[in-house]
């Protein structure tokens, strides 16, 4: 089946530095690549998303790119602080049914450390 | 407000016992799905829903049944819980609107099956 694979399961990163995440997906019809954070004890949450007609989007010190060709898609994190320590989700959609689902990666748990 | 409301929160049943966790969402969302949490694992989709009287299974769909009798609600049922479902789990709602599709997540249901 179609799936989303997600590295490094943890990342830990001094305050102040950057972070990076990647995700790999398999099927070629996907064309919408949200990212969830999940504090602790926490519902997961969208933070940024992008569709397949976008290469890069930023939203202030967060940014997606994606690599259509390589089917990769990363989130940096740049000027990292403590309240970005968290669970992060990448995901993808199954592009071919139109169905709305998603298909999640295995999460990142990046810590910044203080 | 807009929200995904789960109940409840946290549940401690025996083997056997037939537990519903019920979910809510007033957003008028077509799709709604049962996802299961588990560590190194992600977000697993359990089923889903595209609309009211339409559910399918997901990935991991194996001891759990559903109903969308309404256009509101998704409750998911386990009738006869296992210890290997004791596992965190979240119901999502989106519109499907062209495969672009934020999902919102309810807070979370942490079950334990002893």
């Known amino acids: 089946g179609e799936n989303v694979e997600q590295h490094p399961s943890t990342l830990s990163v001094q305050e102040g530095d950057s972070a990076v995440i990647k995700c790999t997906y398999s099927?070629?019809?996907?064309?919408?690549f949200p990212w969830y954070k999940q504090e602790l004890g926490k519902r997961p949450q969208l933070i940024i998303d992008?569709?397949?007609?976008?290469g890069e989007k930023k939203d202030q010190r967060i940014a997606v790119t994606l690599n259509k060709t390589a089917k990769h898609f990363s989130l940096h994190i740049t000027e990292t602080q403590p309240e970005d320590s968290a669970v992060y989700f990448c995901?993808?959609?199954?592009?071919?049914?139109?169905?709305?689902?998603?298909?999640f990666g295995q999460g990142t748990t990046l810590q910044v450390k203080p | 407000e807009a929200q995904v409301t789960q109940n409840p929160r946290y549940l401690i049943t025996v083997t056997g016992k037939k537990l519903t966790v019920t979910c809510s969402q007033n957003?008028?969302?077509?799709?709604m799905s049962w996802y299961r949490q588990d560590p190194g694992l992600g977000l697993r989709q359990i089923y889903y829903?595209?609309?009211?009287?339409?559910?399918d299974k997901g990935d991991v769909p194996e001891g759990y049944k559903v109903s969308r009798k309404e256009k509101r609600n998704f409750p998911l049922i386990l009738e006869s819980p296992s210890p290997n479902q004791t596992s965190l789990y979240f119901c999502?709602?989106?519109?499907?609107?062209?495969?672009?599709?934020?999902?919102?997540f309810g807070q979370g249901t942490r079950l334990t099956v002893v």
């Open positions: 992008i569709r397949s007609n976008v």
């Open positions: 995901a993808a959609n199954h592009g071919s049914s139109n169905t709305g689902k998603l298909i």
């Open positions: 999502a709602s989106s519109t499907p609107g062209q495969g672009y599709t934020e999902a919102f």
């Open positions: 829903s595209m609309n009211v009287e339409v559910t």
């Open positions: 957003m008028n969302h077509e799709y």
């Open positions: 099927d070629s019809a996907s064309n919408y």
